[in-house]
Structures are given as C-alpha cells and as structure tokens.
C-alpha cells in the first residue's frame, strides 16, 4: 500500500527546508568524525541555530542553581548554594506546588503570570498589563503556533492570509502548517532592512486578490536582520493595521539584546497605549517573548509568554479551550520567572549576574559585524538589535554556475562547502524566503569564541578559489591570508 | 464538563462561587492523574540527575552517589553545547533516541528498533495531536476516520475534532472487564465505511479510562483484523509501566506483532506511544513522551519530522527523564536500592488507592466497577433512576457533586458513553485524608442522589 496517500496534503505542501539538508550533512559529517575520518577540523560548529550555549555563553548561574534546588529540594536546605538562591527557590517551589513534576495549570500557573504582567508593567513604565491576558507558552514559536490556530479554524475558502516580513525566520511554513498563507512584505535590505508602510500597502492589496488577509506579523528587534524600529515606524504601523482592520501580532523575542550606540527598544504595547485612542482602545495586539534567546538563551527549556490586548473575550475564551489540550512545562516557566525578575544590586549572586550580561554579547555582534562589513565579497547591514549576523554574499559567478550545475541554490550551496570544509553550519538565506538573485546567510553570533577565525574561514570561500576546488587544505589558505587579527 | 471545571477552578485553594456557602473550602479532583500534586513523591535518582544536568558544578560534588554523576555527565554530553538550555533536533537528541531504542528492544525480548523511528514529542497527547494531522484528508477529499474504542480517553475525542477526522467506535465488553470484541470491530468498520474513510484503530493497552490489560491473542485479532482492512495502528501504550493485577502480563503491540511473523510484521503499519506522565514517575509537568513508528516509510518520516519542526520539540529536562524512566539504575549501582524501593512504594500506593476506591464504589448500591488491572483509573457503571435519567444525567450528576461537595470527578460521557449508561471517570492517585475524605462524601452524596429520587423532588435539568 503506497504510504505516500497517508498524508494530508497540507503537510506535503510544507517547504522541506533547506536548513533540514545541512542538519542532515552535519549529522552525517559527525558520524564521521567520529569513526576516525580525517577532517581539516574536529568538529561542527553549528551556529545555525539558536543555541548560543553551544558556542561559548554561560547558561546564568543564577538562573540554573535555582532551578536545580526546585528539582532537587534538598539543595535548598544544604549550604551550597548562594542564599539568594535557596529563597528563591524556596519561593517559587511552593508557588508550583512542591514539585516540578505536577501538571502546570493550561495556561500557566497563575503566580508565573502574575510575575509576567508585572515585569511587563515595569518594563512599559506603568502601561497597566493585567495578567488575565498572559498565556504561558513553550517560546515564541508556540506562541504564533496557538495564534495561527486561533485564527484558522477549519476548511475556509478563501484562505486566511498573515502579512508576513521577508527575510524572516522558515518563512511561511508555521503558517502554511496551519492552513493558513503567508504573504510576504520585503524589508529594505538596502536601509538596515525597514519597514516602509508602502511596502506594506503593495502587499496588503496583492493579498487580497488572493486570500484573506487579517494580520500582520513584525518582528522587532528584527530576525535575522537586527533592525530596531523607531517610534516613528511603530506608530506608522499601527495606523497601518487600524485603518485596515489587522490583527498585529508582535514577536519581540530579542528584546534583551541591543547592540547599536544609543539603541532603545520600546515595545508596541508601549507605543499603543501612548497614542492613545481611537487606537489604543481598538487595535487587536498579540505580543510574543521567551527565554529562549538573549542572555537566557534557554531554548531547550520551553518558557515563553504571550500577551492579548484589545482581544474580544470570546476569542480568549476559545484560546483557552484551545490550548487546554497542552501541558506546559513548570521548569520553563522557573526560566522565565527568573528572567522576567532578574537580581538586584545587593543580592550575593548580583555581581557575577552582570558581569556575565557586559561580558557577552553585545561586544562580540559588534566586533563581528565590523569584521565582517570590511572583507571583500561580504556586505553587511547594521545590526542594532538581537545576536544574528545577516550578511550578504557577493558570489562570484562560477560559483553561482556550480550551484546550478548541481541543482542547488547558490546560497545553500555555498553553506553546504562551508559546512564540509570547515565544519561551520551556517543558515542559507533563502530559507527566509529572500528572491532569487541575491545571497545571504545567517547566523548566530557566537558569544565567546573567536570570532576572527571563522569569520576568516568565511573570507576564503569568496576569496579563494575554494568553490571550484576542493583539495586546498584549510592552512594554506589561512596562511594566503596574513590577517592582522589575533 | 472538563471545561466546567477548568472555568471555574484552578489548583489553587480559593473557594469557588464567592459568596455561596459551602461545605467545603477546597475542590477535590479525583479525576486528573496528578500524583506528586497529591503527595505521591518523585523518584529521587531522578531529581538528583536532573539537578547535576542543570548546574554541572555538582558534578564535583561527591554528596550525589557516583552513578548519578556518571548518568548526569552522560546525559550534559549528549546536549547540544553540553547545556539543558539548547534546542535539539525537532525529534529529540539523537542519544536519548538511541536509549529508547535500546529499551524497547530490550522490553521486546530482542525485537529490532531503529533510533530514526523514535521521535520524542512533548506529552502523548502533543504526539498524537501531530499523528492525526498527518493522517487527516483535506477539504475536497472524503473525511478520513479513525475507530475509536469506546469508552476513549476523554482528551480524543477534542484531539480528532481538531484535525478533522471522523470517529467511529467500536463498544468494548463491561461485562468481560472491558475486552475488546471482535464483532465489534467487524460491525464498527461495515459502519465506518458508509460514513467516511476509515484509516486507522486507536487502541489503549492498557485501557484509558477502562484499565483493561489485553492478553496476547486479543492483541493478534486486533492485528489481523487490521492488516485485513488495510488500516493504521495507533497503540496508545503510556501506562505499560502501571499493570498491578496479579498474574497479568503486559505485552506491546510490536512484539506480538513480530512474533506473528511476516506476513503480518511486514505489512501492518503501527505507530506506539509511551508517555513520561503516567506510571509510576508521574513527571506530568516535563513534559517528555515518545512515539514509535513501525513499518512506515522513509518519506512518511520525513514528514512527521516536518511537522514536528513546526511544532514544539519536547523541552530537554523531559527529554534526559525519558532516559531516566526507560533505563533505570541497575542492580550493581549504588542508586538501584532507593530506586527500586521507591518505584515499589509509588506501585504500592497507586495501586491500593485505585482497589480501595474501586472496592468502596462497587459496595455503593447503583454502582458496578469493573476491576482495573493496568493504570490507576477507576471507572464505575451508575445506575441512575429512570427519573434522573436524560441527556447527559452524568454530566448533570457530576456538577451536582462538584457544586454540593467540592468534588470533581470526570462523567463518562466525555469518555463516548452516551445514551442510556452511566459512568464516572476516576483516577484516585494518592491516599491523602483530604482524598479518602472526598470518596466517603463521594459515597454520601450518592446516597442522597439516589434516595431524592425513590421520594424526593425531581432533579432541575437547568
């Protein structure tokens, strides 16, 4: 019996990534390290994903020792752990009812999202945040996941239609997953990647001769891009979807990390309720954050949280029911407490708390994407917020006829050679749904380790002859370079 | 009636309905399987490993027994970034993958497992939930349909409706202590094939909410009727761990299947599910299960794992106590007497929580228990009086427990029981004064019920 039938066409239709492809090389290529193969490295450095734990960042101490005394109690009553710790975690065990093993409430236990309207509030300087609206998520991928649910139910015709940005993380395919459609808007690769409302305007007129558009979706800080938005552009927005009766739905995820002089990052709930009515009252606004990325960076540990403004009741009522059929983790949302309610001056765990904040992140996007900007054949936007580098690759032409020779894009080709010559797994642009004709990868900016070196490794494949040959070991070409690096 | 509940209580202690006088001050919930909530305590192997993974510096710490450090740098290892915190592959860290291989085959006396088959999701209900998205037609397509036994478990029926596949039960046997009937099965496909598409059998083994452990040759009818109507296993196996009923022997789907040889191990296609939240760890709030597909093809996979990228991985704490679960400390390690005492124990009570409760219930005039040999579910046939009968008189008989007595148990027309019998759904967990309490006023109640109806007032249908 073809098994092929079994399948729902919906599913078929979901794009294979081309980041699945270079996941299974990187397996295949470590399988091979270690039955002995010779390689010019020693190991794969994935920075495809949002693992910065893997390449070099500290989980937060902090963070991590009060998680283990709630799993393991007896470590608060012992003197190992900082004091701040143990009451910590004395507090937040009796809030989760003894136990990281109970069932969490569906929408999360009530103390956690008391927790997360309040930091909300402090963040929003006094922009009112009730916890009525806070549903605890698995991270921001979840948190769209339940939104798009929420919006596609059941076979309609036409289709419902998401304004989606491009370049964007998977482009499309959380939505096409769920029934819905994804249409695209193109951020302005050649201003640091904006938003123009007209952009916008183009594509919300395109959509509707195709499907029913009811939502917009932006991603700020940006990602990959790393563009902030003013308050100028989020104002625009939200006169954009006001006017046109949009639902805004708002991945903030990389709130925590601003990198570019004098950068703010203000939230649109913030933006909303400062422009006050007609908008504040009537624009339907669903925000998304996490501890999956920033200096948490605890992806694994499922915690995230989404917040409704302006959301008819019935909906959240309907939402409720809808993810009743989820369990959510009680440890993620120890993470999230944590991150949401981080120490203060005073506290005995405090110091290394900041140090370990200065220390990361911020310097090395920095230094990486000044790097990176100044080599021939690579061009970068500025990155002002969240920790991915987005450059863009300008292919030599015999590169660019390799890869269609051998039925690849030219983008997932190059990070197909990088991945087998180096060891280094970065993203191919054109999973983020840029068009044909111009190139670009993406990757997490490695917090500690040496930028320089594989920034260099990058350098010899739009250098060197290294796409059309593949003997060249990788120290001859490091030595063609004489960098001033150290 | 599930939702009655969720709107109105929470696991807080607050009193419900403000301003009402109650007799009571706390809800009780007898019907959601929540051991450690109701003081059942965790595996303490378990909270110690997990506790070194997250801050490795206890692995230095020689307070935790040696085989618990080795076990915690095993499982740092097999991270990403040697860190809880990093995502995994969208079907779970290839290492636990292998360990759930390998005691699967060990379980199976020896039957193959391939890792790649293995993909952990977040909780059984997530895996299935992805199962049927799979498995479900589109708009234009005729419905495609699932057999589902009845009584289900009472999340399936909202699982199914979601990806729009049709459910068409086939009745299990009270009166054999819920066996399956092949009759049944045979009247049920006939009645599926003039409505929809039938594509797949749901099967619990052991039984949700019945308890019911299949023997052997039950488990190879299903199997061959299956392979006959050309159609989808999909085994629900999370309370393997939890069959207590003397004498009775559990086995998995994949290894009579094997046994019966190639005709059958060759062509019928199955997909197992085991879960971290049921059995004897009761870890429901990590969150961790797994889903084991057989003989389905390469491409099929792929597409699981499609989706899965799409959905939510299992966090990795749930992850690395899958490994814990599956293969525990063994005889020689310092950890294997604790251990075991404490699975033991957790048995032990489960175990005559779920017989005390099922014998005090049978011994209640109207009610009649079938005794439940795997799982900790109890789940009794009310007779309710002609007067009270109705449209969900269960349903009705329920919330009146719960508004008079502060009392939650689940109606069995959640569980598909509808028109003519009654059932309530239990699941008594841990012995605490609070739960024996509400059983006797469980009993109490009932009673009242019972007697308001041969001279009393006639129930209110709201």
Redesign the interface.
């Known amino acids: ?1 073809s ?2 039938r ?7 239709n ?1 794009r ?2 081309k980041r ?1 492809a270079l ?1 299974r090389q990187a ?1 295949r290529i470590e399988e091979e390290i270690k039955q002995g193969m010779k390689k010019p490295y020693n190991e794969v450095i ?1 920075v495809s ?3 910065p ?3 070099g960042m500290k ?1 937060m ?1 902090f963070s ?2 009060v ?3 709630c ?3 007896e ?1 608060i009553d ?1 003197d ?1 752990m900082p004091l701040d710790v143990r009451e910590r975690a004395k507090t937040l065990l009796e809030c ?11 929408i999360g236990i ?1 103390i956690m999202r008391d927790s997360v309207s309040d930091f909300l509030t402090r963040r929003d300087e006094g922009v009112p945040s009730a916890s009525g609206n806070i549903f605890i998520t ?2 921001s ?2 948190g769209f ?1 339940l939104l798009l649910t929420m919006l596609v139910r ?2 309609r ?1 036409p289709l419902v239609g998401v304004l989606t940005p491009v370049p964007s993380q998977d482009f499309g ?2 939505l096409v ?1 769920s029934g819905a459609t994804a249409v695209p808007y193109y951020l302005d690769g050649q201003q640091g990647w904006r938003l123009h409302t007209e952009e916008l305007q183009r594509a919300l007129r395109s959509a509707r001769e195709v499907c029913d558009p009811i939502a917009l979706y932006v991603i700020n800080p940006g990602d990959p891009t790393g563009h902030v938005q003013s308050r100028e552009s989020m104002e625009e927005i939200i006169r954009f979807v006001y006017e046109e009766k949009l639902l805004l739905f708002a991945n903030e995820d990389h709130q925590d990390i601003l990198i570019g002089e004098g950068c703010m990052f203000i939230s649109y709930k913030k933006v909303l309720a400062e422009m006050g009515s007609p908008f504040s009252d009537a624009v339907e606004l669903a925000s998304i954050h996490s501890a ?1 990325k920033g200096f ?7 915690g995230g949280y989404l917040e409704l403004v302006n959301f008819d009741p019935s909906v959240q ?1 309907e939402f ?2 809808l993810i ?9 949302q120890l ?1 999230l407490e944590v991150m949401l309610n981080p120490l203060q001056p005073g506290e005995p765990s405090y110091e290394q708390y900041q140090e370990h904040i200065r220390e990361t992140l911020v310097h090395n996007v920095t230094r990486a994407f000044e790097v990176l900007d100044s080599l021939p054949g690579i061009s970068c936007e500025p990155i002002n917020g969240g920790a991915s580098m987005f450059p863009r690759l300008h292919l030599p032409h015999i590169a660019i006829h390799q890869a269609k020779e051998e039925e690849k894009l030219p983008d997932f080709f190059y990070c197909s050679r990088l991945l087998e010559q180096t060891g280094l797994c970065v993203c191919p642009g054109s999973d983020l749904g840029l068009p044909e004709g111009t190139y670009h990868i993406r990757y997490k900016a490695p917090p500690t380790l040496n930028t320089n070196v594989f920034i260099i490794l990058l350098l010899l494949f739009i250098t060197s002859p290294y796409l059309q040959s593949e003997n060249r070991p990788v120290s001859e070409c490091l030595n063609f370079l004489k960098l001033p690096y150290n | 009636m599930y939702d009655y509940l969720q709107s109105n209580f929470s696991h807080d202690s607050s009193p419900p309905f403000q301003g009402v006088p109650k007799t009571f001050s706390r809800v009780v919930d007898l019907c959601s399987f929540d051991p450690q909530r109701e003081g059942v305590p965790p595996i303490t192997f378990l909270q110690q490993v997990l506790a070194v993974c997250f801050y490795p510096e206890l692995l230095s710490d020689e307070n935790f027994a040696l085989d618990v450090r080795q076990r915690a740098r095993r499982l740092i290892q097999s991270c990403e970034g040697s860190s809880v915190g990093c995502y995994t592959p969208s079907s779970g860290l290839v290492y636990i993958q292998h360990r759930i291989a390998e005691f699967i085959t060990r379980r199976d006396a020896g039957v193959p497992t391939d890792a790649h088959s293995i993909f952990i999701c977040s909780g059984f209900w997530r895996t299935l939930t992805m199962m049927t998205k799979l498995l479900s037609s589109s708009e234009g397509e005729p419905q495609n349909g699932v057999l589902v036994p009845l009584p289900y478990p009472h999340t399936l029926a909202m699982v199914l409706g979601l990806a729009g596949i049709r459910s068409v039960p086939y009745r299990l046997r009270e009166d054999t202590g819920w066996a399956m009937d092949l009759e049944e099965l045979q009247r049920a496909i006939r009645t599926a094939r003039g409505c929809c598409r039938p594509m797949a059998i749901f099967i619990s083994n052991p039984g949700n909410p019945t308890g019911h452990v299949q023997n052997r040759k039950s488990i190879e009818e299903v199997i061959k009727f299956a392979a006959a109507e050309k159609l989808f296993l999909l085994v629900n196996e999370v309370d393997q761990h939890s069959v207590h009923g003397s004498g009775i022997q559990w086995v998995s789907y994949k290894k009579v299947l094997f046994d019966m040889g190639p005709k059958y191990w060759e062509g019928v296609q199955m997909a197992s599910f085991h879960s971290l939240s049921n059995g004897l760890m009761g870890e429901c709030g990590l969150r961790a299960g797994y889903m084991e597909l057989v003989n389905v093809d390469k491409e099929v996979m792929i597409f699981a794992e499609t989706l899965l990228n799409m959905d939510i991985s299992s966090p990795v704490p749930g992850q690395l106590a899958l490994d814990i679960l599956l293969n525990p400390p063994q005889p020689s390690e310092p950890s294997y007497d604790l251990y075991t005492q404490e699975i033991l124990t957790n048995l032990a009570t489960l175990t005559e929580n779920a017989l005390r409760a099922h014998d005090f219930l049978n011994s209640l005039p109207g009610m009649s228990c079938q005794p439940a040999v795997g799982g900790f579910y109890v789940y009794p046939r009310v007779d309710l009086p002609a007067e009270a009968a109705g449209v969900e008189a269960d349903v009705l008989y329920c919330q009146e427990l719960l508004e008079e007595q502060g009392v939650c148990v689940g109606a069995g027309s959640e569980n598909g029981n509808t028109g003519g019998e009654y059932h309530l759904r239990l699941d008594p967990s841990s012995n605490t004064p609070t739960r024996k309490h509400a059983l006797v006023r469980l009993g109490a109640f009932h009673l009242r019920f019972l007697d308001s109806y041969s001279c009393g007032p006639h129930l209110e249908t709201p």
């Not at chain 1, 009743?324 to 993620?332: K, V």
């Open positions: 019996m098994q092929h079994l399948v729902n066409p919906l599913v078929r979901i294979a990534l699945g996941v397996v994935d994903r949002d693992n734990h893997a390449t989980p101490s991590r020792q998680i283990a005394s799993i393991y109690p470590l012992s190992k989760i009812g003894g136990s990281v093993g109970c069932y969490s409430d569906t009530p698995h991270g991928d979840h996941g059941g076979d015709s395919n959380a997953a999956s948490m960076g605890e992806g694994g540990l499922h009522i409720d029911r009743s059929l989820l369990g959510l983790p009680i440890i993620g993470a």
